[in-house]
């Protein structure tokens, strides 16, 4: 992973939409569907009023491949 620090809140945004995901999502999984993931939710967080938050597509792509690598080792 890059030298960023991710926040926590950063993080558990990451995981909350992680958990929607779903096998074909996981087969998918690439970093144009990470930028399409941050794109949704500024998309999300225009329509409701929400502070931006500042997304890298690569964090989310990096930490969701881990995540995925991780679920399918069990």
Known sequence: ???TLLTDEIMELIAYL???MDEEDYAN???QEA???VN???RYE???GYTLGHYDPVDFYE???EFIRQ???L
């Open 1 to 3: 992973m890059k030298d």
């Open 40 to 42: 949704d939710q500024y």
């Open 46 to 48: 225009i329509e409701h």
């Open 18 to 20: 992680y958990s929607f």
């Open 63 to 65: 930490v969701i491949s």
């Open 29 to 31: 999984w690439s970093l």
């Open 71 to 73: 679920d399918t080792e």
């Open 35 to 37: 930028q399409n993931m």
